[in-house]
């Protein structure tokens, strides 16, 4: 089954303790994604990915780390978390136009994250 | 930057229509998308239109024209299970980065 999994589902830390958010997808896409979900913000990119070891910034990376060692990874590394990191995150891949049979974005379940 | 603007919420009885707008200002357009998404829950992909007009898949139809950077997503004969947020989306060619507008929140009602 084609699908894109995070794992946590749900994590509760406390500010400061790293933590890393997985990401894993099974349909060879090469793009993926970050995206946080707030209330009345809709979802907003953190960070993506167009191919292994090619990682660029979204519209919100500050406190975010990110790395594409391999095509079906991309973990979210929260080095220091701070209380208004607290969100709903979700991964997402998508295959880049033309090498792909539909421009669909997948996403992940989602992980809700919150920190004190 | 790309900015998308939706409605806020809508209201609608089951049976009804519902026609969801969404306008957009993009450089490098690259297609629009329809997501919808029940709450705590992930987006799940509805439509994609590139090409300007009316795309039908069912209950759901979504109609796209560039030159007017706007989008419309139409639910046909609502049920209560529709009750729920819808995304438009925008794809940018330069890096297919897909920025979406803030949702709208549809409720159904008997």
């Known amino acids: 089954e084609a699908q894109v999994t995070q794992n946590p589902r749900y994590l509760i830390t406390v500010t400061g303790k790293k933590l890393t958010v997985t990401c894993s997808q099974n349909?060879?896409?090469?793009?993926m994604s970050w995206y946080r979900q707030d209330p009345g913000l809709g979802l907003r990119q953190i960070y993506y990915?167009?191919?292994?070891?090619?990682?660029d910034k979204g519209d919100v990376p500050e406190g975010y780390k990110v790395s594409r060692k391999e095509k079906r990874n991309f973990p979210l590394i929260l080095e220091s978390p701070s209380p208004n990191q607290t969100s709903l995150y979700f991964c997402?891949?998508?295959?880049?136009?033309?090498?792909?049979?539909?421009?669909?974005?997948?996403f992940g379940p989602g992980t809700r994250l919150t920190v004190t | 930057g790309q900015n998308i603007d939706q409605p806020t919420e809508m209201t609608a009885t089951e049976g009804a229509i519902v026609q969801i707008n969404c306008t957009y200002q993009t450089s490098g357009f690259n297609g629009l998308f329809w997501y919808q998404q029940h709450a705590g829950e992930a987006p799940t992909f509805l439509s994609y239109?590139?090409?300007?007009g009316l795309e039908e898949k069912g209950r759901f139809s979504s109609f796209l024209s560039r030159s007017k950077g706007y989008s419309y997503l139409l639910l046909k004969e609502l049920q209560m299970k529709d009750s729920a947020s819808y995304l438009c989306?925008?794809?940018?060619?330069?890096?297919?980065?897909?920025?979406f507008g803030a949702g709208t929140t549809v409720t159904v009602r008997a």
């Open positions: 997402a891949s998508r295959p880049v136009l033309g090498t792909g049979e539909t421009h669909e974005q997948y």
């Open positions: 239109n590139v090409l300007d």
């Open positions: 349909m060879n896409h090469e793009y």
């Open positions: 990915s167009m191919n292994v070891e090619v990682t």
């Open positions: 989306a925008v794809s940018r060619i330069r890096d297919y980065k897909l920025s």
